[in-house]
């Protein structure tokens, strides 16, 4: 989505990917699908192209399937056909759009026909450089790699091919790398180094799209695993740290702090119908429990094996046992049976009211003096659940 120079959101955050406006569209993307809205957030070229450039001059470059690419107009009008493989560089600025087709790059103008072989760059020629770990094509400085060109190295256990921006010998600028795995990544270089915004595709599935810092994964970003998974958030040199979200293939999720590439810190654990799980201590990758906290106290019951009738006996003697603490006042009280009665709440909902049925001397004070003080929906449910359990108990016992 979009906002504005205040922060206020002006276009919903509901895309999977965005670029900024030129010439009054941005091209977004869902379901890797891309096409294009104006400032209004309106619509103006479908989400039918596998990819899409920015426009320039009125017309943008996109492919339909990823293997050919065409130009269109803002109407989503053909004009140029869409014969042309992927380039660096395919946008028209000053009539002239820079394309490759059967493995030859040249200039073409909005009509289609070839300008020159060459791309025109100050004092830059167009050559090729052979070094000891493989050989250059583009544009050269003092014999130095600067400008658009292309580098295919020789024998490397990583890299296969870079295309894109060179200055004084070294990427820099945009650029696309793929990798000998079959791993591609897009986006920003410096100095040799991936530095900036890029996205890294993986061979085997899923991708990691975010920021970079001398090589490394540094700060914000978005991971989407082959497994259907994902994560939101923050990462340091590569590893998982700071805050970030985890969502499985089947829509639970953790949130919460990460360090060492796992959950460590405060977090909760979410089930894929919206039910907190656990919310506390994580430690390697694991809920860290105090178990003689009324939190530890109710996981421990709540995890276990037994039936919902016992684990409601369980818990109404924690209950009782906040009651019966002669160590707190009536205000303290209700605070404390409020935060039990949310916690349980949100963990197993057939359980809180088992465990009131089992409830002997806190029963009235929960009734007359805690369930006042619970969030109206859990206070609505609670009495009209707990009328039939708990009243109908209480009269036959």
Not at 7 to 35: C, T, W
Not at 44 to 72: C, H, N, T, W
Request: proline share 2%; hydrophobic share 30%; glycine share 14%.
């Amino acid at each position: 989505g979009f906002i504005d120079k205040t922060g206020k959101e002006v276009i919903p955050l509901k895309y999977d990917g965005a670029r900024s406006f030129s010439e009054g569209l941005a091209i977004v993307g869902l379901n890797e699908k891309y096409g294009y809205i104006n400032h209004q957030g309106s619509v103006i070229v479908p989400m039918q192209y596998r990819y899409a450039e920015a426009f320039g001059e009125g017309l943008a470059a996109v492919s339909i399937d990823g293997s050919k690419y065409g130009f269109i107009d803002k109407t989503n009008k053909a004009v140029l056909p869409f014969n042309y493989e992927y380039t660096y560089g395919m946008h028209f600025e000053k009539g002239k759009a820079y394309v490759k087709q059967n493995g030859r790059s040249f200039y073409i103008d909005k009509t289609g026909n070839e300008i020159g072989v060459n791309r025109p760059s100050g004092n830059k020629e167009k050559t090729t450089l052979t070094f000891s770990d493989g050989t250059y094509i583009g544009e050269v400085i003092a014999g130095k790699p600067n400008g658009k060109g292309t580098f295919t190295w020789k024998n490397s256990k990583d890299f296969a091919l870079y295309t894109g921006d060179f200055a004084n010998g070294t990427f820099h600028g945009k650029g696309v790398l793929t990798y000998t795995n079959g791993n591609v990544c897009v986006g920003d270089f410096k100095n040799g180094k991936l530095d900036g915004k890029a996205k890294l595709t993986y061979a085997t599935g899923g991708y990691y799209d975010g920021d970079w810092v001398s090589g490394k994964m540094n700060g914000k970003c978005k991971i989407v695993y082959a497994n259907g998974g994902t994560y939101s958030g923050d990462i340091k040199n590569n590893v998982l740290e700071g805050k970030g979200r985890m969502t499985l293939a089947n829509g639970s999720f953790y949130e919460g702090d990460y360090a060492n590439d796992d959950m460590n810190g405060k977090g909760k654990l979410v089930d894929a119908n919206g039910k907190i799980t656990y919310e506390g201590e994580f430690e390697n990758g694991k809920a860290k429990a105090n178990s003689n906290s009324i939190e530890g106290k109710i996981n421990t019951i709540l995890g276990s094996a037994a039936t919902d009738e016992n684990k409601g006996k369980e818990l109404g003697k924690i209950l009782d046992e906040i009651f019966a603490n002669t160590s707190l006042n009536e205000t303290q009280k209700i605070n404390e049976m409020g935060k039990w009665a949310q916690y349980v709440y949100a963990r197993n909902f057939e359980a809180l009211f088992q465990c009131l049925m089992n409830v002997q001397n806190a029963y009235d004070f929960f009734k007359d003096k805690v369930l006042p003080t619970l969030p109206q929906l859990q206070r609505d449910a609670v009495k009209v659940r707990a009328k039939k359990y708990v009243d109908d108990y209480k009269s036959t016992h």
